[in-house]
């Protein structure tokens, strides 16, 4: 792979759209990331400021708190992001050591638990300490939800909470846990199932469950570590883009980006991402302006590269290597050729040319590391960090341009859901609403 950095025009590259994920309901959040799984909303009005959460009990704020419509206590800490869809917040969360793995749903109007489905599971499997069961985020098409509990199955409820069908996709065993997520288009289920000794790449039918179609990804050990000892896995959400004319999606296997027919699975292109320390990808790749960047996970090597073409695009279109970086679990987002991106240690947020990979900027402002991704609307963007505190920056390649910072005052590992001018947080130990009261 490439070790030199590359500056070809911008001009050059292909077009790619973010085909988005159909929606039933104005404002849905229907899925990790939004409507495209690519951090990208079209909400207005969305709140800037809110904190002071004080006493309150659950169903509702302290009445200083400001722009906090409600909270209610979840049952476990969790690191699966909630999504929205009509009246109804979803989130996952798992407890006895993920012998019991829950969807459950509440009413965005006050917070009240509207159902819950609770799967039995028969084994205690491993993880890491940071990372309990139910990492996965929930999807929906404004109709169904389907939720990925991993070794337990991927299950489907109506959103009365009915159960309408179950399936079995294998045993995923790893010593980190889970943590990707399904996503929903023209009624297909598109799922990374990994990590564990055998990942794979499936298509399911949201009717009925069953596997349209299925690719193993090659792997160098067992799901775990490798053959030389190193970590391997990944924990990466797939997300579906429009490159010249053509589907597809693409998923950051252990060592490599991939993009896949929704149609059949055929390979139709991939581009090898190096990792000294280890084949992990933590985050999702990140597309945008013709380019994609992957950043691999145990702070190891980052790879750009301009999208178009078939097959090995490694030698072809690769733009800059890095071989070490902050680590990488949240996801980053590209803006008018720069790549604004989270870091998980240390906690910074960095801005770079996303054709150079040329740093403008790095900011601790923060003030923790980021196990969420971030979010962009109305040009601005919001990224919670693991204290809770959901920082607020304009993207400017320039500097890095605060607008707020709010405390919560409690954990948190996940992203923020955007719907109709109103944000959903999931800390570890409540959900909020931030909004109007």
């Known amino acids: 792979m490439r070790r030199t950095t590359l500056a070809p025009s911008l001009a050059l590259f292909t077009v790619v759209s973010l085909t988005h994920l159909p929606l039933a309901v104005a404002g849905d959040w229907p899925a990790f990331r939004g409507p495209a799984s690519n951090g990208i909303s079209a909400e207005t009005g969305v709140p800037t400021e809110w904190g002071g959460t004080g006493s309150g009990k659950d169903g509702a704020a302290d009445k200083d708190a400001k722009n906090i419509a409600w909270k209610v206590a979840l049952p476990a800490p969790g690191n699966g992001s909630p999504i929205v869809t009509g009246r109804n917040v979803l989130v996952t969360c798992s407890e006895d050591e993920g012998m019991q793995r829950g969807l459950y749903c509440y009413d965005r109007a006050d917070g009240k638990l509207r159902w819950k489905q609770i799967v039995s599971f028969d084994k205690k499997l491993p993880r890491h300490g940071t990372n309990p069961h139910c990492a996965s985020t929930p999807a929906t098409d404004g109709k169904r939800v389907v939720v990925w509990h991993m070794s337990a199955g991927l299950y489907c409820y109506d959103l009365e909470g009915k159960p309408l069908w179950n399936t079995k996709l294998g045993d995923f065993v790893h010593m980190w846990g889970d943590g990707s997520s399904p996503i929903i288009h023209k009624g297909r289920i598109y799922l990374n199932c990994a990590p564990g000794a055998k990942a794979f790449m499936a298509c399911l039918s949201l009717e009925d469950g069953k596997v349209l179609w299925q690719v193993d990804e090659p792997a160098d050990g067992d799901g775990q570590k490798r053959t030389d000892g190193a970590p391997m896995g990944t924990w990466s959400t797939p997300q579906i883009i429009t490159l010249g004319g053509q589907e597809q999606v693409v998923v950051f296997q252990p060592n490599r980006v991939i993009a896949y027919r929704p149609d059949n699975g055929q390979t139709v292109w991939f581009c090898r991402v190096k990792n000294e320390k280890g084949d992990l990808a933590y985050s999702s790749p990140v597309i945008g302006d013709g380019i994609c960047v992957a950043s691999g996970g145990y702070s190891g090597g980052a790879t750009a590269f301009k999208l178009g ?21 949240g996801t980053g987002v590209i803006l008018d050729g720069y790549l604004y991106i989270p870091d998980a240690g240390p906690g910074t947020i960095r801005c770079l040319e996303a054709a150079t990979g040329k740093e403008k900027w790095s900011s601790r402002e923060s003030g923790d590391n980021h196990w969420g991704s971030i979010i962009v609307a109305e040009g601005k963007a919001y990224v919670t960090n693991q ?38 947080i999931r800390t570890f130990e409540h959900l909020y609403c931030i909004g109007a009261k």
């Open 309 to 329: 073409g078939e097959g090995d695009l490694t030698e072809s279109n690769v733009l800059w290597y890095k071989p070490r970086n902050p680590q990488s679990i």
């Open 387 to 424: 204290k809770g505190s959901t920082i607020v920056f304009r993207p400017n390649p320039e500097k890095f341009d605060l607008v707020a910072k709010n405390d919560l005052g409690e954990n948190s590992n996940s992203t923020p859901a955007l719907s109709d001018g109103q944000i959903f």
